[in-house]
């Protein structure tokens, strides 16, 4: 991994835990912060980068599953949780709320990077499907109010001359909107429009026809 384009936390009261993590983490390239409780980790302020929490089950404060349902999620990092012992229960509760992996010490290492790896690769893809979709509505924000009207129409699969007649406007009109809809969102093509609405939860007014 490129310097600085991600972060793994490490959440674990035992010295000797962090440190072996840290120095095994480091050796593979990943940048580390770690903490002894989950209020020293919830104090820091995470920069905006694609991240990973490597978790204690049992902290001194808190434990790992009960921080685990307070996180903010699914925005929080994705999590790999660590435990002194084997416990089905919480392992199934720990991944059924979006735990990438619930491992037992002494862990396995290949195990662990890979785990890391993964929680890190499904952060990034969730910011990045944050910032498009950002991109997305801030493009919708520049559409006029008459575009707006026009937007749902189109998406509905109405012919040019169908939507005009609802917006009680010429054909022309609806066709000079049409375009600069599709301009200022970036479409070029109608299944490509169709799809920016849906992830705007644009609503259709009538039935599409099939494309």
Do not use: W
Not at 61 to 67: A, F, Q, W
Not at 98 to 109: E, H, I, N, Q, R
């Amino acid at each position: 991994m490129e310097a600085a384009d991600h972060l793994v936390y490490i959440v674990d009261d035992d010295f000797r835990i962090r440190e072996g993590l840290e120095n095994l983490l480091a050796a593979e390239g990943f940048n580390v912060v770690s903490f002894a409780t989950a209020a020293a980790y919830l104090n820091f302020s995470r920069p905006d980068l694609p991240s990973c929490l490597v978790l204690d089950v049992q902290l001194p404060d808190i434990s790992g599953l009960d921080l685990q349902s307070q996180l903010d999620l699914p925005a929080h990092p994705r999590i790999v949780f660590l435990t002194g012992h084997a416990d089905i229960p919480s392992s199934v509760r720990a991944c059924k709320a979006g735990a990438v992996d619930f491992l037992t010490k002494p862990f396995d290492s290949q195990q662990l990077l890979h785990a890391i790896r993964e929680a890190i690769r499904l952060d990034a893809e969730h910011r990045q499907s944050i910032a498009a979709g950002l991109a997305i509505r801030e493009r919708f924000s520049t559409l006029s109010p008459r575009e707006r009207d026009v937007l749902p129409l189109v998406v509905s699969g109405l012919l040019n001359k169908q939507a005009a007649a609802v917006l009680g406007i010429s054909e022309i009109t609806l066709q000079i909107h049409r375009s600069n809809i599709m301009r200022k969102l970036g479409a070029d093509s109608l299944p490509t429009l169709v799809r920016i609405a849906d992830a705007l939860h644009v609503p259709v007014k009538h039935s599409r026809r099939a494309l």
